[in-house]
């Protein structure tokens, strides 16, 4: 029996094995076939684009008749890569030894090894196409010289395959030294740099037989990405590719940490200087060639011939150049160094002129540092975002904040209470949300905040376009309620992004700078369509900000009648923003049309002269003449009233409905939030007959058994409150002790309540009650 198993289990394995055996030879004959079929394929298409390929020998020739031009939208040249180009041809052996090792450890480190190509470059290359990530993969240094100067920039398969025989056909007809020579001659080093003796030239100011370590790896570390790595970017990425190119030497052998770390100290602390000026609206145009580098590739601007159709106006860009510089030399007692503006239209989100500094040129101040992109304290710049946001939750413009000290919890456990601090020092009690705003007082904003909450404040921030104000945890965690009061950066472009929603009645359009691009055949290759936006507020809260912002009365407590402000005959909203410390200084603002933006400090974010003051001194007076500029020649613009937005008599004091005997005014609204009866400050409270200077118990009440006196309540609820403590109510106490005497007894009410219960009852004491009053939308 166990024989018979035996026998009939050693059968099975056979019968298995000879299927595996039938399976694998079936592979490998399919592998066998496709592996054929796949060289006869590549067979194919290396002749295919083989008819064509230009001779390896115009190497030594390049055609460098092909430019890219830059252009504002009414045709004026801005800039063109070649128009003065610093293009000499140097032999190797004047080129440092250095810079040659730097280039190759940066952009092939196997260069003297190889055949002209990456075998592991071309695997990621398939790999990527199969993962549909597009076409990539690394090039060597031969590669790259095909590519720049035989042939095209496009990423397709055809240029890749030309891109390889011609590689192999170049590294059988030169030498290894011949390619690196005219590689470092030819490769573009950003703006119209060609070669490493133009670029030495510009960066520099020297030969390029002259660089040391630290200037040879900045500039092996340049042509990968020019425009991204340039140090006239407004940007710093070029420290941290110095620092790649550094790493590799080491990596290499090629030099010692301690060279590396001396030589990366000293590219940090270097300010580099532009020779070349030709070139007009330098920052936008730099900011231009950023978007054209991420969307068409570095090659693409230096070798493409691409005509480039921008948004700017450069009547406007003038002016607005002008206007800074002129404006900026006046504060040098203020100790103001740099200013910077954009105007736009917020309609089509097209920028129309960026100022980012008062002169591009200025390498003692870094000129070219476009602060007009960067990250700044806002000051109290951003705050109606978060009055659009209370606006929006049923808060009014008639709404009451007493605006008193108070302080409130922080995220800081070194120091747990935050105290906002008004402008000027002073309290100002009872105060309506549109003077509240329109003189850009502090401590109500600090307590709407408070109410309205942190997280819709910075979301609706982040969906009108402050990019760095996306509520997440993260970020969260790092703010507070300074928030309003210049508690997280933003950059002018960001800011004007946001106001052009409150211009166009909620409607966010990202901003635009190329308008269209054709190549050197003038075939188009991209052109903007304009979009309807992004509704990312009700117009009825973008009206009510705007007309706060128009209103000149609603600003005269703080910034009186006639501040710069005011656009004589013309309808403009505006918003004004100072840090604490006299860092930052802005002002914002907009017609229906357009927006303008403008932010005065320093580079090295030191402080200004205190006597700096919005609405008088600082960005005010700049952006006061670069508006008037703007809208010289054009017809006033009214911010259109919805239908769904109403005009009521309100009082002045309460800002409820009016109340006989005080002032009343004009008040906007949105339909359903207009209130239906007096301000909740007005009071009329039954006193206990029996018990003098309390409230009537309910036994009293229901007796008919109290007299009745009117009073003025200031309440507040505390929603910032962790511990149960109402710390805006003793703030509100405080002020009202300071403010009134005991003489002043409409100010006084009663606060406990009587525990008479009539003559034939114990009249046992109750718990004490007090009046609360909430504040409501």
Known sequence: MVDYRNSRLSRRRLRHSSSKIILYSKLAKYAFFGLIGFLILMTGLFLWYGRDLPTPGKLIEPDLS???????????????????????????????????????????????????????????????????????????????????????????????????????????????????EMYLNDVPYGGANIGVEAAAESYFGKKVKDLNLAESAFLAGLPQAPSIYSP???????????????????????????????????????????????????????????????????????????????????????????IIKDEINKLKGFNVGNGAAIVSDPKTGEILAMVGSKDYFDTD????????????????????????????????????????????????????IYTPVNYDGKYRGPIQLRFALGNSV?????????????????????????????????????????????????????????????????????????LKVVDSKNSKLFEHKKTDGQKVLSSEA??????????????????????????????VSVKTGTTDDKRDNWTIGYTPSYVVGVWVGNNDNSPMNKAIASGVTGASPIWNRIMREVLKGKSDEAFNKPDNVVAIQVDSFGGGLPVGGQPTRSEYFIKGTEPTGPGQIYQKLKLSKHQSGKLASEWEISHGEYDTKDYIVFKEEDPASADGKNRWQEGIDAWLREKYSAADWQYYPPRETSDYKGSDESNEPTPTSTLTISPTP
């Open 66 to 180: 092909q430019s890219t031009r830059i252009y504002d939208r009414n045709g004026i040249l801005l800039y063109s890569v070649y128009q003065t180009q610093n293009r000499t041809y140097i032999k190797l052996s004047e080129i440092p030894k250095i810079l040659q090792q730097a280039t190759i450890a940066i952009e092939d480190k196997n260069f003297y090894k190889n055949q002209g190509f990456s075998i592991t470059g071309y695997a990621r290359a398939i790999r990527n196409i199969l993962l549909f990530r597009g076409l990539s993969g690394g090039s060597t240094i031969t590669q790259q010289l095909v590519k720049n100067v035989l042939l095209t920039s496009e990423r397709t398969i055809p240029r890749k395959i030309k891109e390889l025989m011609l590689s192999i056909q170049v590294d059988k007809k030169y030498t290894k030294d011949e390619i690196l």
């Open 542 to 571: 973008s009206f009510l900000i705007s007309h706060i912002l128009l209103d000149n009365n609603s600003r005269s407590m703080e910034f009186g009648t006639n501040s710069w402000l005011v656009i004589p005959g013309r309808t």
């Open 442 to 514: 502090n401590v109500p904003a600090v307590k709407m905040l408070a109410r309205v909450g942190i997280k819709d404040v910075m979301q609706q921030a982040y969906n009108m376009g402050i990019e760095n104000w996306q509520p997440t945890k993260e970020n969260l965690a790092k703010v507070g309620f300074s928030l309003v009061l210049g508690g997280r950066e933003t950059s002018l472009l960001s800011e004007i992004t946001a106001y052009g929603v409150f211009a166009t009645a909620g409607i966010r359009q990202d901003p635009v700078a190329i």
């Open 232 to 322: 006239f970017s407004g940007k710093k990425f070029y420290v941290k590719r110095t620092e790649d190119v550094l790493k590799q030497m080491v990596n290499e052998g090629m030099i010692s940490n301690k060279q590396k770390e001396q030589a990366l100290s000293e590219i940090k602390s270097k300010t580099f200087s532009e020779k070349d000026t030709a070139i007009k609206a330098p920052h936008f145009v730099m900011y231009v060639k950023q978007l054209l580098a991420e969307k068409f590739g570095e090659n693409s601007i230096t070798s493409g011939g691409l005509q480039v159709t921008t948004t700017l106006d450069y009547e406007i860009q003038k002016k607005a150049e002008e």
């Open 365 to 416: 101040n870094d000129g070219n540092f476009n602060a007009s992109l960067s990250n700044r304290q806002p000051g109290s710049s951003l705050k109606p975002i978060m009055y659009a946001t209370a606006f929006e939750k049923g808060y009014t413009a008639s709404t009451l904040v007493i605006d008193v000290k108070t302080e409130l919890p922080s995220n800081d456990p070194k120091n747990p």
